[in-house]
């Protein structure tokens, strides 16, 4: 007997308010979580008075709980019961209000003025309820994508429209927070001003998640007359082919995303020297999804997702890797290439979401059972490790180099340690961007004749339901 019935709701056609509703998703969640992984630890140590020890400690063990409740949140989301709304959107309908909550708590001023014991329990506690509260929003988020069309290219759609949430989020609070975070001439971090803009970030986060509870619609309808035993959950996931090849690719092209940023601030700084480039450069992650989003839904349509991907991250390891041949003293040249590099990569940010949805649908077909939620879990969960291991690898080769650490930022490295840097920041995308577009070439299995043979089945099965 079945324990799992899955049926498709046509009464609503796939159209822009789903494309529009999810990609406010992911603004939302940038409103809370790009506030935080790129300005609470500045906040802890130039606020609050923490030392780097201690925050880097705390970020450590939050990021293993973080990554542990991505899974177990997923477990849940798949347990819970199916409403007339769908299994996902009520969990971001219902955790948003202490979502919100937990990242105003985070950037309280007044807490500097607490006893130590107290002020950093209070800070551990915190961040920790964040990061839990994070991942009750994100990972039914995540899984939403699965339950608003059985469509491959609807899912594209999603991806790319997902994708340009992020980018749009992302990029408001990058340019937004700075501007109203220092005071005075000095530039010295005002922890009230601080809060209170993070306190608005997180009430847009807020707004961001109530249009998205609102817009999309789920059609993909799975309904459980009992819970698939986790044992037979992690054995299927364990032994499934694509789930495992994504979770390698994810590992190795977060990695690289998290060293290229931090490469990139050091190559023009001390290389280069040259901070208006530098700021150039770092955009570069966020234009090239924009450029890219127009045309990734035709080009995959066409050639297929793991077909584009493969070429694309072939593409940018070619173009990295003539930056290694040339070692170019001229920013603007690097600059020239690192666009093009970082277009090939791109297109992979622009479809991870969508290869998520087809891992999904492949283990329904090939098993029996869909376990949306987990799946993502399982996903975001590696993304988590793959980002705590960038930051150490990036730490270590540093060191490994020989550079040379200043509190007041005026050390001057020697050319051999620049000359590594250099290196480091444009062979690292070349070997990693290679090394994933080999994996997905021979061991990804889910091509384009495959998905679209994956859809279809599973269409006939659910029409029947």
């Not at 324990?3 to 046509?10: C, E, F, M, N, P």
């Not at 477990?75 to 948003?96: E, N, Q, T, Y």
């Not at 970082?342 to 492949?362: P, R, Y």
């Amino acid at each position: 007997m079945d324990t799992q019935k899955t049926s498709i709701d046509r009464s609503k056609p796939f159209g822009w308010a789903d494309r529009f509703g999810y990609a406010l998703g992911d603004v939302g969640n940038n409103f809370s979580f790009a506030v935080v992984n790129t300005f609470l630890m500045i906040f802890y140590t130039n606020v609050l008075g923490l030392s780097g020890v201690t925050v880097g400690l705390l970020f450590l063990i939050a990021r293993f709980i973080d990554a542990i409740a991505d899974i177990t949140v997923g477990r849940l989301v798949d347990s819970s019961k199916l409403h007339k709304s769908g299994r996902f959107i009520p969990w971001i309908a219902r955790f948003k209000y202490p979502l919100l909550i937990a990242t105003i708590l985070v950037f309280v001023p007044f807490v500097k003025d607490l006893a130590f014991p107290i002020k950093i329990t209070y800070v551990f506690i915190t961040y920790l309820l964040w990061g839990i509260f994070y991942s009750t929003v994100n990972i039914p988020y995540g899984s939403m994508a699965s339950a608003l069309s059985d469509s491959p290219n609807d899912k594209t759609s999603l991806s790319t429209w997902r994708s340009l949430g992020s980018a749009t989020g992302s990029a408001i609070v990058s340019f937004v927070v700075p501007i109203f975070m220092y005071v005075g001439a000095s530039q010295r971090i005002d922890g009230v001003r601080f809060w209170l803009v993070a306190s608005v970030m997180a009430i847009l986060g807020f707004g961001c998640y109530i249009l998205t509870s609102k817009l999309p619609t789920e059609r993909v309808r799975t309904q459980r007359s009992e819970s698939v035993p986790l044992g037979t959950v992690m054995k299927d996931m364990f032994t499934d082919r694509a789930l495992v090849i994504l979770v390698v690719l994810d590992i190795i092209l977060v990695i690289n995303q998290n060293l290229s940023g931090t490469n990139i601030s050091y190559l023009f700084n001390d290389y280069f020297k040259n901070s208006s480039a530098m700021s150039i450069a770092l955009i570069f992650n966020f234009a090239t999804v924009l450029l890219l989003a127009p045309f990734a839904q035709y080009f995959t349509k066409k050639f297929g997702r793991k077909e584009v991907t493969v070429v694309s991250l072939f593409f940018a390891s070619i173009v990295y890797g003539a930056l290694v041949f040339i070692h170019t003293s001229s920013a603007m040249v690097y600059l020239v290439f690192l666009f093009f590099g970082s277009l090939g990569a791109a297109m992979f940010n622009l479809m991870v979401w969508a290869f998520i949805t087809d891992v999904i649908d492949n283990q329904q077909v090939t098993t029996g059972i869909r376990e949306d939620g987990t799946i993502y879990g399982v996903n975001s969960f590696a993304r988590k490790v793959a980002q705590a291991l960038g930051g150490s690898f990036g730490a270590f080769m540093l060191t490994m180099i020989g550079y040379v650490s200043s509190t007041s930022g005026g050390a001057e490295q020697s050319q051999q340690v620049i000359d590594r840097i250099y290196y480091l920041a444009s062979g690292i995308p070349a070997v990693c961007c290679g090394l994933a577009a080999i994996v997905m070439l021979f061991f990804y299995p889910l091509n384009k004749k495959r998905v679209e043979a994956n859809a279809a089945i599973l269409r006939e099965k659910n029409a029947k339901n």
